[in-house]
């Protein structure tokens, strides 16, 4: 598989702040790149500096297989489209005539611009003057202005920003589809893993202008995967049972509950059914998921390795 | 060209036709009303004309020029456009097709005025003959003039999000100007929102005894022509340089 962006000791600072830091950022064909971390972190400066829009303080990037310079930086970034931050339009203009300059300045045929209206539900208010568009409509309009020329990568700044949970909901399947529909590569941020894990396949975890983690999602899945609520009847006798499987044990905030640490899906369902042959009661199992800044302290704690 | 085109498309609907027809219309009508009306004075009508229209010029282009220069860079500043044009073109030609969007309209602006010229004479009856070469001359040094301020403006804009710094700038600029229209000659040169009036190619002894006013012919000022262009191409690099460091 071949990588579509490559960014190597990436950095950008300002002053004495380091926005962002040796970043070597891989990012697959035909993935979905879900690229976390929370505000502040260096996740729009990397963006930024992937697209030129800044210059990096040291460092090289590849795009589309070609390292970006000066020079071909606008031939490259014909074949990518971008949505930072907040999605740009002439308020004054309707989605159709926006869509019209984007357009003619990307050098795409206009016949394009119905494709892009259709894939986000746009078509019909295409008319419309943008200063009454609603904020998701906007942004969906601003999907459609990156989408426009059947772009091989997509670079999206928390495209879901300010949206009600329908609207990130819609841009969230949007998305999903775009490399099956659209055969395009997505980059895509957030500073919630819950708002990404559904649709991305691959994730970067920046904190400080630092990558804490770049790998498949399901092995940052791992470092997520918090402690386990048990409840019980008879907390007594679980507690023996799980002392015996040699499972550590912390009492919960009720009686009935104990803590256990974090297992994995096969040791957890052997250990149940252990407490359920010696009448423990289990009445419920939970997963307690790690929020984003437990993940990062994970991270930090077990040195992991960025992979 | 499709930069252009571009920013052709952008101005639908922002009127700056309108805007920029206004700016020429208030001059015409303001020196229609004050043009004259007994013989004596039909007699050096379009002297008068001459005179009289650099110093209107010096009260309604620095705001005109600030609208119509804020209204070019407006719409990306509330479009919040640049973040991705930048990635669709070069920042130079982004500048450029802004530039010649704004000298076309300052060029209409001046065209009109020009165009008023004559029919301003043959409405009022002027029987002085129109000299055509002072025409040129007034109209070459309102463009410059016009283009000096309209960089400037540009340059507010794009360093202020807020428009109404360029134009209230425009506005204080009318007053210095017209205020050192009647200053002493080397005063006036220190104004440059007021330059129309020093390129003025007419001006006036007015006999305060006799309360009678002789238009002359002055000779063309051609450094302070050359300095109000060396000023605006000095501005238009700021311009140029400001688009190019935006932070976006």
């Known amino acids: 598989m071949t990588n579509i962006i490559e960014t190597h000791d990436l950095c950008k600072i300002y002053g004495s702040h380091a926005a962002v830091e040796h970043l070597d950022l891989v990012v697959p064909q035909g993935s979905v790149y879900g690229f976390i971390g929370p505000n502040g972190a260096g996740k729009s400066t990397t963006m930024k500096m992937l697209l030129g829009l800044i210059h990096p303080t040291q ?4 795009l589309l297989g070609q390292p970006m310079n ?5 031939s490259i970034l014909r074949h990518t489209g971008s949505l ?3 999605p740009a339009g002439y308020a004054h203009l309707t989605a159709q005539e926006n869509l019209q300059i984007v357009a003619d300045l990307k050098q795409v045929p206009r016949k394009d611009i ?9 078509r019909e208010y295409r008319r419309r003057k943008v200063g009454q568009y609603s904020l998701g409509m906007r942004q969906r309009l601003g999907i459609a202005q990156a989408l426009l020329g059947s772009p091989e990568l997509l670079i999206l700044d928390e495209p879901t920003n300010g949206l009600d949970p329908a609207g990130i909901q819609e841009m969230r399947s949007l998305i999903a589809e775009m490399p099956s529909s659209c055969g395009a590569t997505v980059l895509i941020s957030s500073h919630l893993l819950s708002e990404l894990e559904m649709i991305v396949d691959r ?3 920046i904190n400080n202008g630092r990558l804490l983690f770049q790998g498949p999602l399901d092995q940052l899945r791992r470092h997520s995967r918090g402690d386990i609520l048990l409840e019980t009847l008879d907390p007594d006798r679980a507690r023996q049972v799980l002392l015996a499987n040699r499972v550590r044990v912390r009492d919960g905030n009720s009686p009935q509950c104990l803590i256990l ?4 899906d096969a040791p957890l369902a052997e250990l149940v059914r252990r407490l359920a042959d010696q009448g423990a009661g289990v009445v419920g199992v939970t997963r307690r998921t790690k929020t984003l800044e ?12 960025v992979g | 060209m499709k930069v252009f085109w571009a920013e052709i498309q952008k101005a639908h609907r922002r009127h700056d036709l309108p805007v920029a027809v206004g700016v020429a219309l208030i001059v015409v009508l303001w020196a229609s009303a004050s043009s004259p009306t007994t013989a004596d004075e039909l007699a050096t009508g379009y002297s008068g004309l001459l005179y009289t229209l650099p110093i209107m010029n010096a009260v309604v282009m620095p705001v005109g020029m600030a609208a119509l220069a804020s209204r070019i860079w407006d719409a990306e500043t509330k479009g919040q456009t640049c973040k991705l044009l930048f990635t669709l073109q070069s920042r130079d030609s982004l500048f450029a097709a802004k530039v010649a969007l704004g000298m076309l309209e300052n060029l209409l602006v001046c065209a009109l005025e020009c165009l008023a010229l004559p029919l301003l004479g043959a409405f009022r009856g002027f029987t002085e003959s129109v000299n055509a070469g002072l025409c040129v001359w007034l109209v070459l040094c309102t463009f410059c003039v016009n283009g000096m301020l309209y960089f400037l403006s540009f340059l507010l804009s794009i360093r202020v999000e807020n428009q109404v710094a360029a134009l209230a700038v425009g506005f204080c600029g009318a007053l210095i100007g017209l205020f050192a229209a009647f200053m002493p000659r080397w005063f006036s040169y220190l104004v440059p929102f007021g330059y129309y009036v020093p390129l003025s190619p007419v001006g006036m002894n007015w006999d305060s005894d006799t309360r009678i006013a002789e ?3 002055r000779p063309l000022c051609l450094p302070l022509l050359a300095g109000t262009v060396i000023l605006a191409a000095a501005l238009a690099l700021l311009c140029r340089r400001a688009i190019r460091n935006k932070e976006v």
């Open chain 1, 59 to 62: 460092g090289t990037v590849q």
């Open chain 1, 70 to 74: 000066d020079r071909n930086r606008l």
């Open chain 1, 84 to 86: 930072i931050e907040s």
């Open chain 1, 114 to 122: 119905d494709r892009v209206l259709e894939i986000v539900h746009l």
């Open chain 1, 203 to 205: 994730v970067g975890v």
């Open chain 1, 261 to 264: 640490p974090a297992l994995t």
């Open chain 1, 294 to 305: 437990e993940i990062f302290l994970s991270l930090t704690e077990h040195g992991e390795e």
């Open chain 2, 215 to 217: 238009f002359f012919v």
